[in-house]
Nanobody, 117 residues
Framework: QLQASGGGLVQPGGSLRLSCAAS????????MGWYRQTPGKQRELVAR???????NYADSVKGRFTISRDNTKYTAFLQMNSLKPEDTAVYYC?????????????WGQGTLVTVSS
């Protein structure tokens, strides 16, 4: 029901764009979010966007990452610029949570982002 794509290997300072395609019933009116996880650590928030376009970013990505959504195509995006090695993680898209607190019940399968020279 959520399909994430766009991960890969990129050099430090580079860019990637992640996409999350959702079914209409999940996407519409729901907050869409991106989270990331590295081995041995808890999954953490990257960014969330409401159906009306309100946005919440983790401090670690502010000014570098941009979350957006296309409500006509049921797709959310995460544009990642100025990538750092510490951004290396599996990135998951999420739907149905709240903008400033909890994640929702719907998760994509994850896409691996590796930032390395």
């Amino acid at each position: 029901q959520l399909q994430a794509s766009g991960g890969g290997l990129v050099q430090p300072g580079g860019s990637l764009r992640l996409s999350c395609a959702a079914s209409g019933s999940i996407f519409s009116r729901n907050v869409m979010g991106w989270y990331r996880q590295t081995p041995g650590k808890q999954r953490e928030l990257v960014a969330r966007i409401s159906s009306g376009g309100n946005i919440n970013y983790a401090d670690s990505v502010k000014g570098r990452f941009t979350i957006s959504r296309d409500n006509t195509k049921y797709t959310a995006f995460l544009q990642m610029n100025s990538l750092k090695p510490e951004d290396t993680a599996v990135y998951y898209c999420n739907a149905g949570g709240s903008l400033y607190s909890t994640s929702g019940p719907y998760w994509g399968q994850g896409t691996l982002v590796t930032v390395s020279s």
